[in-house]
């Protein structure tokens, strides 16, 4: 296009050199009317050959104010290209009316309502989910994890809240089934164990009683014991049972309003808490969590992955149905849009003007010639042609006003 462009204003200027030769050669009066016509052409194309290569650089190397614009003004340019681009398309009203004409959540309501879609969604999830488990280090995960319990269980009174619990499982008759429990073991542990209990009444009788005695009070112990264990296993309105009910009735109230009993609980739960045992315990239940969330996230059949696609395809139904939701989602993507775009807009805008300061001067100029060059020779061409025109009109006027 340089070429063309060149080569017409090199043909013009041959027209004009021929048109005065024959205008000196009496050639008639059409010569000066082509030389007007030529130098007219010429005028316009040299005119805006200079107008295109001060755009880039100094026409012939002269230094002529206001040339070279772009090598000279392309970080000024770079700043206007991010404030024009921060105003016009990065403020608060644009991204609204944008995102309101595109319709994003009735078009994500419906993409989500598709089961092939929810699967893709259930997969990437999944994905994401065993990638972040994976990239955590186990160590970490359980040292924060074993924090947040025992500060959480530290900061937390224990004893109103077990009071409350067993105070309703009393009242409820919920412990009766562990009383149960207690009086069988109790009793055939007296069955099988006899002679301790004998061996033990027996040696701590006084050294002056006989044998006999101590052994025959020992094996009357060990009956009535037995005899309790068993009347408090088969008779549920024993004595002995209420008085168990009564035990744990009054001892859930002390637990509850009780200022001694529940700073006594309260040092219990700290001495097993500090146990390094129950730290290691909590700690180790996040490997468990862990190991059971990746398990579930690989098995395409798994609960998890079954719950999370029927989730994701009733919300696309929901979002595709309900215009009030579909409302409210708008809403929040235009809230949180507007939020981005607000708060980051000189970071986004300072992207395009760091961008262009780091461009070489002369690299960026030929790049942008490189990209616009074609058309701009088109305004050489069209500057010589248009001059021909108007120097054609102008003596041709001449002649007819100086007639």
Known sequence: MKTLATGLLIAVAAVYALAKWGQSSGAGGWAGYVAAAAEAGMVGALADWFAVTALFRRPMGLPIPHTAIIPTKKDQLGQSLGE??????????????????????????????????????????????????????DSDVQAVVGEAVTRRADAQEVAPGIGAMLERIVADGGHHRVVDLVCVRAHDWLVEHGDSVM????????????????????????????????????????????????FLADFAGDLQSDTDTR??????????????????????????VRAMIVAAAEDERSELRLRARAAILSLGSRIATDARLRAK??????????????????????????????????HTSR?????????????????????????????????????
């Open 199 to 246: 061996g033990a009444v027996t040696g701590g009788a006084p050294g002056w009683t006989p044998r006999f005695v101590d052994r025959k009070v020992g094996e009357r112990v060990y009956k009535e014991l037995l005899r309790f264990a068993a009347e408090m296993r088969d008779m549920p309105d024993h004595p002995a049972r209420g008085a168990v009910d009564r």
């Open 367 to 403: 790049k942008i010639e490189a990209h616009i060059g074609r058309d701009l020779q088109f305004i050489r061409i069209n500057g010589t042609v248009v001059g021909a025109l108007a120097g054609l009109c102008i003596y041709t006027a001449s002649r007819l006003l100086g007639a």
């Open 329 to 362: 989602v708008d809403g929040w993507l235009e809230d949180a849009a507007v939020y981005v775009v607000t708060t980051y807009r000189d970071e986004i805008t300072a992207l395009i003007t760091d961008t262009v300061a780091g461009w070489d001067a002369e």
């Open 84 to 137: 024009f681009v921060g105003e016009n398309f990065l403020s608060g009203g644009v991204v609204r009316v944008r995102l309101r004409a595109v319709g994003i959540s009735s078009r994500l309501g419906g993409w989500l309502a598709e089961p092939a879609h929810a699967d893709r969604v259930t997969a990437e999830l999944a994905t994401a989910l065993r990638g972040a488990l994976r990239v955590l280090r």
């Open 263 to 288: 700073a006594r609980v309260e040092r219990l739960k700290s001495e097993v808490l500090g146990r390094s045992e129950v730290q290691d315990l909590i700690a180790s239940a996040w490997s468990s």
